[in-house]
């Protein structure tokens, strides 16, 4: 079974800092996925990195695939309070079409 | 946003009854799933479904099940409610996504229950 580890668990930051967030796999994978939960809502994908050192951006988030597909990276430039939720990464196990999810990064960005 | 909805939302029941959730899709997506979301233990699979009556246990299938009659379909049953199943329970679908070999997985709002 592959494990997720994210980190750091809880992040407390000021609007207009940087940031990035971690994700640790104990095996290669294939994929990644990238989802942000905001509260009292269920887990919206962000992106999904295919390619070991892919780089992806969406406006100030920038997604990092690390080159031995076991690691990834969340980068937030300028945060801002709606950056605010629980950032999950998550990968596919295969032909099981079964999702695993790390336990998360709750982020949150104060005004 | 993708057409699931779950209800109830919100539900509050008493040890040893039975509770059933629903998960309703409008997507036509082969696969539906269920989690549950606690404190520190993050998403956690309970059942999903491959296809209309194709289904199969997740990492915490204990005192659940699941019926798929329709590809619109997916129900959470408790058959017999206890207070550690007191969770935000989530459904989700998935279906190929952009990338090739990719899926994509769109979450319901969820549905907290309380068990008493």
């Known amino acids: 079974t592959q494990l997720l580890e994210q980190s750091p668990q809880f992040l407390s930051i000021q609007e207009g800092e940087n940031l990035t967030v971690y994700c640790n796999s104990s095996?290669?994978?294939?994929?990644l996925q990238w989802y942000r939960q905001e509260p009292g809502e269920g887990p919206v994908l962000l992106v999904t990195?295919?390619?070991?050192?892919e780089v992806k951006k969406l406006k100030r988030l920038t997604f990092q695939f690390g080159d031995a597909r076991k690691d990834s990276s969340l980068h937030i430039t300028a945060a801002q309070p709606g950056d605010t939720g629980l950032y999950l990464c998550?990968?596919?196990?295969?032909?099981?079409?079964?999702?695993?999810f790390g336990k998360g990064t709750l982020l949150t960005v104060n005004p | 946003d993708a057409g699931i909805t779950q209800s109830p939302r919100h539900k509050v029941t008493e040890t040893g009854t039975p509770v059933t959730l629903r998960c309703h899709q409008t997507?036509?997506?082969?696969?539906m799933y269920w989690y549950r979301q606690d404190p520190g233990h993050g998403l956690r699979l309970i059942h999903y479904?491959?296809?209309?009556?194709?289904?199969d246990k997740g990492e915490v299938s204990d005192g659940y099940s699941v019926s798929r009659s329709k590809t619109e379909d997916f129900l959470l049953t408790l058959e017999s409610a206890t207070s550690s199943q007191t969770s935000v329970y989530f459904c989700?679908?998935?279906?190929?996504?952009?990338?090739?070999?990719?899926?994509?997985?769109?979450f319901g709002p969820g549905t907290r229950l309380t068990v008493t």
């Open positions: 990195v295919v390619t070991g050192g």
């Open positions: 095996s290669v994978f294939s994929s």
């Open positions: 989700a679908i998935s279906d190929l996504g952009n990338l090739p070999s990719t899926y994509e997985q769109y």
């Open positions: 998550a990968l596919w196990g295969g032909s099981n079409y079964k999702l695993t």
């Open positions: 479904s491959y296809g209309v009556k194709d289904t």
């Open positions: 997507e036509n997506h082969r696969y």
